[in-house]
Structure formats: structure tokens, C-alpha cells
């Protein structure tokens, strides 16, 4: 016991996605019985991601199904949800939290989860106003029809559809998890695919070289053309009012009759200037996910001390969201009791199916850290690799060996030393 404890009769869970519905229904399993109110932006109940740039886009999995996925979590718990409620601004001062929706109405209460998640990166200036946009509430589109950002089940089905109904020559920019799922799917389904990576390999960024390596053969070997060290230049109009190619910029042109941004994502952080907390890349929390008085964050949106790597970091990960959401849900229910909470350490996990390759990430690494094949060889599309820092192991990423994958990470959890993790 360490605070003075938190009245909590309501609480407000910002984001109806993996990380709010987590909490909320965590708030339930640890018999919590306030009023507990989730407020989401979307007007249809969100979808579980994953199968976005897979199962959805391939049309294996029912677009229900997907929602379903998600909102299984909450089935038969009291839960009031409320669809179409963007929150446009909050103010948290101590004892007196309050969330505003562009409506000018406004909603208290006693604790507060964030957990808002991030949206997909456009092109400056490629979005533009709707018709139905307002000074009060602005609403966009992209200026050119045949351009996609895969976020949202929609946005999924809309791809899918452009897909569908060919003649169908693709363009996905950026070489990330998800611009490759997309190549993958999209292949798979027999459409022309041209892969666009401003890096010298794909995950160049945050991976490194043999691994960059292995997926760039992985998507030539079946078919994608791949260009990389170059950039988006520009999206070019083909027919009135949709795309017709896209020009690099090393000043070549690619002609497109769908165009994919794998851009990245970006926290969703705008409805919290002048909130009263820190928000630096993320919503900055301390070690147990605490963002300020009576305030907790949650999922792709949190940024906070992982104490088992000793660094600040936010995860965009699906497994993260989980965990988060439900360590978030107890870090508040612990200010109701008055206690400072347990700090929230953990070792991310990440999965990316491409082609017949499973892959599974665990940890952290940096594009600097050592590489150190551990088991298999990049050829044979069955091996995994260790990334190495001092005497420290920050993470391992394996492909079509799952079980490396799963035993390095409980032994992370316990150690990120070299010779603990990689014996
Ligand atoms: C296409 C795709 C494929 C993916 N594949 C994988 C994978 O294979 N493996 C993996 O580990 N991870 C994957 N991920 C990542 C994973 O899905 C995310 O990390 C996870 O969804 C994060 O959950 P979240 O609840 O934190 O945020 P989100 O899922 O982003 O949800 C945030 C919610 O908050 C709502 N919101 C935002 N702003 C406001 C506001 N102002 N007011 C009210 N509501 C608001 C949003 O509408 C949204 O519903 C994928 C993601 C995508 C997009």
C-alpha cells in the first residue's frame, strides 16, 4: 500500500480493439462490478487485425468471423459499448478525469483506459476532405480511388475488392510485415506484384542484413518484382480519379492499377494534446503502464519501461495488445486499493505468415545487434537466427521453426543472458 486508493465507479476504456476489450474483460474476470463504459471512433465494431492482410484479403476467413475473433472477449459480460464516439480531447486532472466527443458532449469518470491503438501512415497531403466532413468533426478519403492503407476490416474488403475485379497489376510501397503479407496474399491469388523498399532490404531497419536477405528471396522466389533502395516519388492519376501508376524516385514508373501504402502506423495521439499527460511517440507510462492520475495505457498506443530490457519501448504487436490490455486493467484496479502495482516486463512476440513461411519473432532486437544463425540454414526456408549485444540476447527470429521460436522466448522471459537464452 503506497497511494491513497481510487474511488473506481466508472470506468472509461478508450478503443473498442484487442487492448480495450482486454481490459474489459479482465475488469470482469477480477470481479470488478462498476460501470464500465468502452468508447470507440468506429461505427461497426472493430476486427481482430491478423487476418486483415491474410485469411480476409484471401477470402478464407468470413469477414464475421474476424469481428467475432475480437469481440468473443466480451460475449455475456456487462459492457456498455458505444460505437461512433471518437474522442476528440480529455482533460485529466487529479480526482476529475473527463473524456470530449466532438459533439461538445462530455463523459467523467473515476479511472481511465487508453487504449487507441495506431492508424495507418498516408503521404502527406494524399488525403482530402469528404463532403460530409465538418469544422467540427473533419472526415478524409484519399484523393485517388485505388490507393489502400490496410487498418480496418473495410479497409481490407475494399482491397480485396479492387483486387478481385483485375485487371489487376499491384504496387505495395514498403517492404514491412505487412506491405509483405499483402505481396503474399495478393500473389497467391495470381496478381502481378511489384514491391516498392526505400531500405536496401526488406526490415532492414529494425532486423538486419540474412534476415532482410531471406525475405527478399522469399517474395522473388515467388514471383514479386521487387525494387529496392527506392522511394515513393509520386501517385499518378490514370482514369479520372484513380490511380494509374506510380512514379520512384529514382525516376522510373511503375504502372498500377491498385497501389498498397505499407507506410507504418502511427500512435493515435492527437485527441490528447492538452490532456495534462506526456505523450512522446506513444503515451508515456511508467514501468507498470501508469500514465497519470487514475489513467493507465494499453497496446500499440502505450509507451513504457520494459524492465526486462531496461528501455523505454511501444510494441505493435497482437500478443502485446493482450497482455497489456490485462496488466493495464490490473494496474487500475490495484490504485483502487491503494497500491503502486506490479511492473509490467515482458518479452515481445510477433508472427508473420508469407507464402508457406511461419515466421515468429521474440524480443527486441536493433539492425546493429550481431546476427548468429542458431539452427537450420536461410536456403532451405527452415532456420532461425539470434541477435546478439554485449553478453545479451535481444531477440530470436525463426522461420518454420516454432518451437526455437516459442522455447527462446520463456527463456528471455527468465534471462536475456547470451548463454541463458542460446545454450
Ligand atoms: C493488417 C494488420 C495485420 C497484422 N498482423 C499481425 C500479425 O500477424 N502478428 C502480430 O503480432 N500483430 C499483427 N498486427 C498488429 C496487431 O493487430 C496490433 O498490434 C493490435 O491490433 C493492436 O491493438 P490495440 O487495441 O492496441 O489497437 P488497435 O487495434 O489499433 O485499436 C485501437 C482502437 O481505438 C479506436 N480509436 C482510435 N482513436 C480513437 C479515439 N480518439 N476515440 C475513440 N476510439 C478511438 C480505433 O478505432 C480502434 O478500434 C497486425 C495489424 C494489422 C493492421
Redesign the pocket.
Known amino acids: 500500500m503506497s497511494s491513497d486508493p481510487i474511488d473506481l465507479d466508472r470506468i472509461v476504456i478508450?478503443?473498442?480493439?484487442?487492448?480495450?476489450l482486454t481490459a474489459a474483460a479482465t475488469f470482469r474476470a477480477q470481479g470488478w462490478d462498476g460501470d464500465l463504459v468502452v468508447?470507440?471512433?468506429?461505427a461497426t465494431m472493430?476486427s481482430?487485425?491478423?487476418p486483415?492482410?491474410?485469411q480476409v484479403l484471401a477470402g478464407t476467413l468470413e469477414p464475421a468471423a474476424a469481428i467475432s475473433a475480437l469481440t468473443d472477449r466480451i460475449d455475456g459480460l456487462d459492457v456498455d459499448i458505444r460505437l461512433d464516439?471518437?474522442?476528440?480531447g480529455a482533460g485529466f486532472a487529479a480526482d476529475d478525469l473527463r473524456l470530449k466527443f466532438f459533439n461538445d458532449h462530455e463523459i467523467t469518470a473515476d479511472g481511465v483506459v487508453i487504449?487507441?491503438?495506431?492508424?495507418?501512415r498516408w503521404p502527406a497531403g494524399f488525403l482530402v476532405e469528404t463532403e460530409d466532413s465538418t469544422a467540427n468533426e473533419p472526415k478524409y478519403r484519399p484523393r485517388l480511388a485505388g490507393v489502400h492503407v490496410?487498418?480496418t476490416l473495410d479497409d481490407?474488403l475494399a482491397l480485396k475488392a479492387d483486387l478481385d475485379s483485375g485487371p489487376n497489376r499491384l504496387v505495395v510501397i514498403g517492404a514491412g510485415?505487412?506491405g509483405a503479407?499483402v505481396a503474399a496474399t495478393a500473389r497467391a491469388a495470381g496478381v502481378d506484384v511489384t514491391m516498392v523498399e526505400y531500405a536496401p532490404l526488406p526490415l532492414a531497419r529494425v532486423l538486419g542484413g540474412m534476415v532482410g536477405e531471406f525475405v527478399a528471396d522469399l517474395h522473388r522466389d515467388n514471383g514479386v518484382d521487387l525494387r529496392l533502395g527506392v522511394g515513393l516519388d509520386e501517385i499518378v492519376e490514370g482514369a479520372p480519379g484513380r490511380v494509374g501508376a506510380v512514379t520512384l524516385t529514382d525516376g522510373s514508373r511503375i504502372d498500377a492499377d491498385v497501389v498498397v501504402l505499407g507506410l507504418g502506423?502511427a500512435p493515435?495521439l492527437d485527441?490528447l494534446g492538452g490532456s495534462g499527460l506526456v505523450v512522446d511517440n506513444g503515451v508515456v507510462c511508467d514501468e507498470t503502464l501508469w500514465a497519470g492520475p487514475g489513467v493507465v495505457a494499453?497496446?500499440?498506443?502505450a509507451s513504457w519501461v520494459n524492465t526486462l530490457f531496461g528501455e523505454r519501448m511501444r510494441v505493435?504487436?497482437?500478443?502485446?495488445?493482450i497482455e497489456q490490455?490485462e496488466a493495464a486493467a490490473k494496474r487500475l484496479l490495484a490504485a483502487g486499493e491503494g497500491s503502486d502495482g506490479e511492473p509490467f516486463a515482458s518479452v515481445p512476440?510477433?508472427?508473420?505468415?508469407q507464402y508457406d513461411c511461419k515466421i515468429q519473432m521474440a524480443g527486441r532486437p536493433a539492425a546493429d545487434d550481431e546476427i548468429v544463425l542458431i539452427d537450420g540454414d536461410p536456403a532451405d526456408r527452415r532456420f532461425a537466427v539470434a541477435f546478439r549485444r554485449g553478453d545479451r540476447c535481444t531477440g530470436v527470429f525463426a522461420a518454420n521453426r516454432p518451437r526455437i521460436a516459442v522455447v527462446a522466448r520463456m527463456r528471455m522471459a527468465e534471462s536475456l543472458d547470451w548463454s541463458h537464452v542460446v545454450p
Open positions: 478508450v478503443g473498442a480493439s484487442l487492448a480495450g468508447v470507440e471512433a468506429s472493430p481482430d487485425r491478423p486483415l492482410s491474410k464516439h471518437r474522442v476528440a487504449a487507441t491503438g495506431s492508424a495507418a490496410i487498418r481490407s510485415f505487412i503479407e502506423a493515435e485527441w494499453a497496446g500499440d498506443v505493435e504487436h497482437w500478443e502485446n495488445a490490455g512476440w510477433f508472427w508473420s505468415d
